[in-house]
């Protein structure tokens, strides 16, 4: 690959530029802003490193388990796509805006090897105001003793959105420690029946501007009767009366998810694309 300089680790006196970029960007880049204001741009907090080159005006990219391209032009992803190849690769996956994101990809597979799945065009969908069609008042915020019933939903939809079991390497201990993270910070919400999840949903990652869903789910077996909608509107009418703005992301061909965020209200403001690597 070609060796480009410029592409350097940013450190304390970079935030508030960084800051800058994120915040003209929020939906798009609340995955990265969420953790800059928790913990500044210190590694071992950050649990990862932002990268520029010639500043972080000009180009960024958040280097942790997530790839993240932030800002830059072709050649500032040549030098990202170089230093992340300098050592062993650190994140299972690229995430962000499909033109920035498609190219880096496109870049990095020369040293990587190909991609277990591409999903080339997620459409990035936000809700500012209130909810269309009526939240579902029986889903709630999940309760730390709910935990043992809420992680096999929680697990379900892992294997179904991404493809892989959770617990594959370690039992699921890191998983259940994240999903015990999200219901610790009542950031995890659901609809149980008999003591059964039918429906699912994270707020993955919240900035001070945005609340990124994650992980909506129904059961099977309660699918095609409005749920996903209902609960995914519940949901976002928390964030949004937190004066957050209310975003997820979602596959192009899942055309029943698609019409349900549709009929809560979201709508697309970018398109973000996904590298899912072994």
């Not at 990265?32 to 210190?42: F, I, K, Q, Y």
């Not at 992340?84 to 995430?95: E, K, Q």
């Not at 936000?126 to 999940?142: N, Q």
């Not at 493809?163 to 950031?187: E, Q, T, W």
Request: aromatic share 8%; net charge neutral.
């Amino acid at each position: 690959m070609l060796k480009l300089l410029g592409a350097r680790q940013l450190g304390s006196k970079d935030v508030s530029d960084v800051l800058r970029v994120l915040d003209a960007d929020p939906v798009a880049a609340c995955m990265v802003a969420a953790r800059v204001e928790d913990s500044g741009l210190d590694p071992r907090m950050l649990h990862g490193e932002l990268w520029s080159r010639g500043g972080p005006l000009e180009s960024l990219v958040f280097s942790g388990a997530n790839l993240v391209p932030l800002r830059g032009t072709v050649d500032d992803l040549r030098a990202f796509a170089d230093r992340a190849c300098r050592g062993p690769r650190m994140c299972s996956s690229l995430v962000g805006r499909a033109e920035l994101t498609l190219p880096l990809w496109e870049m990095l597979s020369l040293d990587w090897g190909p991609a277990r799945e591409v999903r080339s065009e997620q459409p990035l969908l936000a809700l500012t105001g209130s909810p269309r069609c009526r939240p579902d008042r029986s889903v709630r915020k999940v309760r730390m003793s709910e935990l043992e019933a809420y992680f096999p939903a929680a697990v379900s939809m892992f294997l179904e959105e991404v493809g892989v079991d959770p617990r594959m390497h370690d039992g699921g201990r890191a998983y259940r420690r994240r999903v015990a993270g999200l219901i610790s910070a009542g950031r995890a919400w659901a609809r149980f029946e008999d003591g059964e999840v039918v429906f699912k949903a994270e707020v993955g990652s919240m900035s001070s501007k945005v609340g990124q869903i994650q992980g909506v789910w129904v059961d099977p077996a309660y699918r095609g009767h409005g749920y996903g909608a209902a609960g995914t509107a519940t949901v976002a009418e928390a964030v949004t009366a937190a004066g957050r703005t209310a975003s997820l992301y979602v596959n192009d061909y899942n055309q029943a998810a698609r019409g349900a965020y549709a009929r809560v209200g979201f709508e697309q403001v970018a398109t973000f694309a996904t590298i899912l690597l072994d």
